[in-house]
Each structure stands twice: as C-alpha cells, then as structure tokens.
C-alpha cells in the first residue's frame, strides 16, 4: 500500500471539504473592483472548455466576494476559452511564441550553480506543447483586455483559491499601487498570486503592502493587467519560453508590482497533465529528484482492429500504442488468422494492425460487442474482410491530411479515451518491425538457465515473459563489427566526442562531476568517493557521446568497479520519449552483468517517461569483470538487440520480447554510479570508498 499516496489523497479531500465549507461563508468587500475609474472592471477566467467544472468551481470561489458596488465579485467575471495543447493546430509554430529558449532564460529568474555548471547558459530548450499552450492563452487574454472596454483585468487561471484575509490584501496593494502611480491610470502589472523562485526573487521598494519584483517570480494565476500594460506586452512578442519566466524581462518596463504575500493560490487538488520542458534538466542537475512515474494501465478499451493504407511509416500503430493499447502489427504475408488462434492473441494484445483475419475470425472479431474497428483512409482490409460487414456504430474512419492531429479525434472518440497531449505520431519506418511480435522465431534457441533479474514494469509496452525466458544463444556465435567506423575514441586523454557529464538522475546518490572523471594512458576512470555534492553524498564520474546515434554497433573496454552498492554502466538513453538499451555491471556480483530495455511510445519529442525497472535480465560471465578489461557491445539494429562479450553474443531480444524494440536515436553513456534502493547491488561500504571503473577504445559502428 503506498501510504504516500493514501495520505495525498486525504489532504486533497480534506482541502476540497474545508472550501466546500469556506464557500458558504462570506469573504468580505473587495473595493478594488467595480465600476469607474481606478477599479478593476473585470476577472477574466482562462478557463478551457473541456472543463467546465473548473469554471464553476472559480465562479463560486468569486462568489464569496463583494465589490465596491456591492455586486457579487462573480458578476464581473468573463470566460476567456484557453488554448488547449491537444489540439495540434492550435500549438503550431507562429509569430507569437519562440518555442526554443535556453537555459539561461531559467537561471535569470532562478539562479542555481548547479544547474549552470551542468549544461551552461548556452543550453537550448524546447518548449512543451502545453507550455505553449498557456503561453498562447495569456497572449490571448491581453488581446481581449486591449480590444475590451475596462481599463484595469484580472487575468485567472481557473485552479486557484482566495487564502484567508485575501479581500484587506488585495484592497491594501491596490492603493499603495495606486500611490506608486499617482499621475498615471494606475498599475500596469500587479501580481496577486506568484511563486517566489526559490526564495531568489529580487525585491525593491519594498512596503507592508507590496514591492517592485526586478526578477523571480514564477507562475501567471492572477495578475491585475491594465490596457497599458497589455499593450506593452503585445509589443514585446514574441513570447520566448514558458511565458511565466518570460515576463520577469518585462518587469521593468512594466513598472510590475506584486503583493508582498500571495492572496491567491493555486489549488492543490486540481491536477493537471502539465509537462514543463526544464523538468529533465533539473532533476539531472539533482535538483528535483522526483519518483519514478507510476506505469499507466493497458487501456480498458478493446479488442481494436485497425487497417492500414499499408504507407511506409506506422503511425496508427504507435498511436494506438501511446493511447496504453498493447500493440501487434502484421505484415500482410502471415497465414490467415483462424477463429482459435484470434482469442489466444487477444489474451496478450489489445490491438492488432493489419491482421490477416480468416473469414471465421471475422465472424468472431465482429461478434465481439466490445470489439472497435480503426479504418485509415484507402485502407487496405485484405482477403476475406468486407467493409459492409463491418458494424458501422463500431468503426471510425481516419482521415488522410497532412495534419495528423486530426486522426485524434475520431480514433479517441471511438476508444471513448482523451486524446493525449502529444502529437499524433508519424510513426517508424515499416522495415524497422518496431510492433512485430517475432519471439516466435526465437523459440528454436535453447532455454536458458540464466535468471531474469524480476519483476519488470507491467506496462502496456512489456510482455511479462515466461519461465523459459531469457533465451540462450548458441555459444559458438563470434563476429567482428563490420560497416563503418563513426566514432573510436581511446579515451586515454578528454575527447570532444565522449565528454563528460555534470550532472545526475533521480534513484542516484552520486553526483557526476568533473573531478569524477579522470584520463590518463590506461583510459577513461570513473572514480566514486564519499563527498557531499549537494544533496548526494557520493561523487562520481560520467562520460556520453556528444551527439545521438541511431541503429548500430556500440563496444567499449571496461574494467568494471567492484564493491556493494556500486553499478558500472554502458548504456544508450534518450528522454521524450524515454527509450534505453543498458549493459550494468553491479559491484556486489562481478561475475554477471544486467541487460535491461526501456520503451516508451512516441516520436522524438513526445512527453513519455514511464518505467523505473524496465525488463532486466541477468547475464553469467564466467569472469570476474572487476579484474580485467573485457569488451563489452550493444548490437542494435531494426527488430533486434543483442549484446556481446569479449566477440561472443551472450544474449539477443526481438519485437516483444519482451518489449517493442527502441527506434529513436540515442546518446551513448557510461557512469559509475550509486542506485538509491540495495535491491539492484546491495548496501555500498564507504569503508571500501574510493572505487573506480575504467573504460577504454570506446567506438560506435554503423
């Protein structure tokens, strides 16, 4: 039982009881606004329209106040609909937003050492699709205050909540503004609701009422804007980043204010699917150091049939996938699918693409009242599949333009699931078998003794195995790379190509820092000691290519760390989506190494991070890998993984087995590192502290 998560609950009950009793209790005149000059005219309430309860949860919580007038404080209250980041149209590139910012952009509003020594200010950034998102609302709620007819707006969010002695806060900031701005029409930017940043904000002139924030302020949930200051702002643009962090540039020319506490807050029981584009960055920094994502449930929608127009890239199918459906495509030259056969597949997959049905499993698949049927336009349904036999109530039909987001809508609309948040993908390349079930092929290698390292993330995106998993290989299969050499580094001295990393990740008690890392004739050395970095208490060494790779051959040298506790990596990762092919050698058993997948749907960009234990296996060595160099390798290419040691293959996976294999271009990396829990390499001895792993002739093939 997770009592973390039991407790979060009750807090967010209780929360939303006491403003369910606050709500009858009345909270008092706000003279700041109502009608005339130097008042607030209007609440304009962001507000998107698939959450009308939301709207009326902020009507309500306006209600409770009274303006100067003596009119409810909800009378002046506007809804302005938001820009809703599922819709791809609507967070398309334009004019408006700069979608890169780099880090620096963060550290101005919240300077961190530790952030800037790991990527430097220099580090580009890509915004979220919903940072784009409430970027684009509050562009346009500015637009409507200089087009309205009141001079003075309060811009909301709708998940926030008056605190107590909200109204006297709000009238006393609203006359020592007015103060601050005798000769003009009043403030043209005052918060009401703010995050100071991390404690860093710059504050001037300060009173008992308000100050002037020169920078550091985070969050855009209610903010008085006068038509002055809206049309500032609009001359500013573009928007350049998360628009929250962009406005601390404008302070100064906004004259900007802010109450000397927050008068409103956001609610704690609101959720929300967010996704901040320097979260990655900051917990690999170690700054946040957040719990593993929890894995999602297969999608309780189902049995889905879907055909193809048979093009090269598969989007549907990873659509399907990244909607939680577990996922089997076919190539079209299959045996036809017999009734019998249909069920037993529909025990282990929720969707099948182009599935050569028999005429029977046609029968059955309709018969199925649960059963849905996907269309792509001029799909091709194959032998024995008539569209007219089809139930229509059942079907829906996906259209062919260039936009893809619009296939959302249909295909969610049948599965009754939101759309995501991502785009709808374009898909891998057909060849690459991404959603090939091919462990069939592989059942006529031996079964293995080896023990697979259990349990492993029951997902959409794995495939518990069975007791005769993992397979062995025969043991007298030996190759040398072949094709080209893109990349050999010996490692002896800092190379351009593998330099190291700064930086750390959450489950990590070390922190990667430059000290960590030391070259000198024999290679590469990772050094792990017992020093406070932060709040890590171990400091190591990290090195990664500086630029992604795609499919190939992937080796290294490495003389492993021994000792309990410590876990040596050579690894290929990549975030959004989260995609990872990982060689572990862990201190506490030198005589073995761990061989893991992780896979997320999506293409390059999508917001997928879930896993935290992948489907990891343990490989016998026969060697102590603490004593001397071996030669490790990652052999991945289209449908296949396979790992080898010293020229021998010691262990291959194919489309699920027991995931789909990854198919987006990773970094290579290496580290010697700390995991949080005992359970993957034991309890680490300082006493043993430091400990080192070497790496050397480090080459990527291709």
Same mark, same amino acid.
Request: proline share 3%.
């Given at each position: 039982m997770n009592l973390q998560k039991t407790f979060g609950r009750i807090q967010r009950l209780a929360f939303r009881a006491s403003r369910i009793m606050f709500g009858l209790i009345h909270g008092g005149r706000i003279s700041a606004f109502g009608k005339g000059r130097g008042k607030i005219g209007m609440v304009l309430i962001v507000n998107l329209e698939r959450q009308p309860q939301r709207l009326r949860r902020t009507l309500r919580e306006l209600g409770r106040f009274i303006t100067s007038d003596g009119a409810s404080l909800a009378s002046l209250a506007r809804r302005l609909a938001a820009v809703d980041a599922r819709d791809g149209r609507e967070v398309a590139a334009t004019a408006d937003v700069d979608q890169t910012y780099f880090l620096g952009d963060q550290l101005y509003v919240q300077p961190d050492g530790r952030l800037e020594e790991c990527f430097g200010v220099d580090e580009p950034i890509r915004m979220t699709r919903q940072e784009v998102a409430v970027a684009r609302s509050h562009i346009e709620a500015w637009k409507a205050i200089v087009a309205g007819t009141c001079e003075n707006v309060l811009v909301l969010e709708d998940d926030v909540w008056f605190r107590r002695g909200a109204a006297a806060a709000i009238d006393r900031g609203w006359r020592a503004a007015g103060r601050r701005c005798s000769g003009e029409r009043g403030p043209r930017l005052l918060y009401?609701?703010?995050?100071?940043?991390?404690?860093?904000?710059?504050?001037?002139?300060?009173?008992?009422?308000?100050?002037?924030?020169?920078?550091?302020?985070?969050?855009?949930?209610?903010?008085?804007?006068?038509?002055?200051?809206a049309e500032t702002l609009l001359r500013s643009m573009p928007v350049i980043g998360p628009v929250d962090m962009w406005i601390n540039y404008r302070f100064d020319e906004l004259g900007a204010l802010a109450l000397s506490s927050p008068a409103i807050l956001q609610r704690p029981d609101g959720g929300s699917d967010n996704c901040y584009s320097v979260l990655p960055y900051l917990a690999r920094a170690g700054i946040v150091d957040a719990n593993a994502v929890h894995m999602p449930r297969r999608a309780a929608v189902g049995p889905v049939f879907a055909w193809t127009a048979g093009r090269d890239l598969e989007g549907l199918a990873m659509a399907l996938s990244m909607l939680g459906l577990r996922v089997r495509v076919f190539d079209g030259d299959e045996h036809a699918i017999g009734a019998n056969d249909l069920s037993a597949l529909l025990e282990t997959f929720d969707a099948l693409v182009d599935a050569p049905l028999s005429t029977d499993a046609t029968s059955a698949a309709i018969g199925r009242t649960s059963a849905k049927f996907v269309l792509e336009a001029d799909a091709c349904l194959g032998r024995g599949i008539e569209l007219d036999r089809l139930p229509s109530a059942r079907i829906a039909f996906l259209p062919n333009c260039e936009s893809g987001d619009a296939s959302w809508q249909p295909l969610c609309a049948l599965l009754g699931v939101a759309p995501p948040i991502q785009a709808f993908p374009i898909g891998p390349p057909r060849e690459w078998r991404v959603f090939r079930d091919d462990r069939a092929a592989a059942l006529r290698l031996e079964n293995s003794a080896a023990p697979w390292a259990g349990p492993i993330d029951d997902s959409p995106w794995a495939i518990l195995p069975g007791s005769g998993w993992p397979l062995s290989l025969p043991t007298d299969q030996a190759v040398q790379p072949n094709g080209t050499c893109l990349v050999r580094a010996m490692m002896t001295t800092p190379t351009p190509l593998f330099p190291g990393r700064i930086e750390t990740f959450p489950g990590n008690l070390a922190a990667f820092t430059r000290e960590g890392l030391v070259h000198d004739a024999? &290679? *590469?050395?990772?050094?792990?000691?017992?020093?406070?970095? !932060?709040?890590?208490?171990?400091?190591? &060494? *990290?090195?990664?290519?500086?630029?992604?790779?795609?499919? !190939?051959?992937?080796?290294?040298?490495?003389?492993a760390a021994r000792g309990s506790g410590l876990v040596t990596g050579f690894f290929l990762h990549r975030d959004s989506p989260r995609q990872e092919i990982d060689v572990e050698l862990t201190g506490n058993d030198p005589y073995s190494m761990l061989v893991n997948v992780y896979f997320n749907p999506g293409d390059d960009g999508a917001s997928m991070g879930f896993g935290y234990r992948g489907s990891p296996c343990r490989i016998e060595l026969g060697f102590d890998a603490s004593l001397d160099f071996h030669l490790y390798a990652i052999d991945w290419s289209p449908g296949c993984i396979s790992w080898w040691v010293d020229g021998r293959a010691v262990h291959e996976r194919v489309g699920w087995d027991p995931t789909p294999i990854p198919h987006l271009p990773m970094r290579l990396h290496a580290n010697l590192w700390v995991p949080r829990s005992e359970e993957l390499a034991g309890r680490i001895d300082d006493r043993a502290l430091p400990s080192t792993a070497t790496f050397r002739n480090v080459s990527i093939w291709a």
């Open positions: 009401l609701s703010y995050e100071d940043a991390g404690g860093t904000a710059a504050r001037v002139d300060i009173c008992d009422a308000l100050f002037r924030p020169k920078r550091g302020l985070w969050f855009l949930s209610g903010y008085v804007l006068s038509r002055e200051g024999r &290679g *590469a050395h990772l050094v792990l000691s017992k020093m406070a970095i !932060g709040d890590r208490p171990y400091r190591s &060494g *990290a090195f990664a290519s500086a630029r992604t790779f795609g499919h !190939g051959r992937f080796e290294a040298e490495i003389r």
